[in-house]
């Protein structure tokens, strides 16, 4: 079994337990990888992520949720545009991490990707310690800017 999976837009192999999952169409202007780190899965995405990659990014996310028992890294590195109908995906699959005590890390994000999520304030909410004050990310609200 080979360390990591690419995506293609054809079927999946878990590369922790060897599942099988089905077919999702990928938006040609998206790249994933899942790739085995220990008791976590990286889940590295680039391209362009919006309304039409959004239900893939889900499905691969609640996917590798499934299959790796700390959680998951995400490396969104190589995103070159993300809207704010991947950052619904991402609070989601956030949310379904926390309440399986896993966590759900951003390892690394491009401008992009980090421009909503400090426009959002959600940017605490995505790292795996606590910050200088104590404070958690499960302590942070969403906040709205104008």
């Known amino acids: 079994m080979p ?4 995506l ?3 079927a999946w192999t878990c590369p922790g337990c060897g599942h099988t999952f089905p077919q999702i169409r990928t938006p040609a202007s998206v790249g994933l990888r899942i790739d085995a780190d220990g ?7 680039s391209g362009e992520l919006d309304l039409d990659s959004a239900p893939l990014l889900r499905q691969t996310l609640h996917d590798a949720l499934e299959h ?3 959680g998951i890294d995400l490396d969104l590195g190589g995103v070159d545009f993300c809207d704010c109908s991947v950052l619904n995906v991402l609070l989601h699959a956030r949310h379904r991490a926390h309440r399986a005590a896993q966590k759900l890390v951003l390892r690394a994000g491009s401008p992009a990707v980090e421009r909503l999520l400090e426009l959002t304030g959600t940017r605490p909410l ?7 004050d104590g404070t958690t990310a499960e302590d942070v609200q969403v906040s709205r800017k104008p």
């Open 8 to 10: 293609p837009p054809t």
């Open 68 to 70: 790796a028992p700390a």
């Open 39 to 45: 008791e976590r899965l990286v889940v590295t995405v």
């Open 126 to 132: 995505f790292t795996a310690a606590e910050s200088g």
């Open 3 to 6: 360390p990591h999976a690419t």
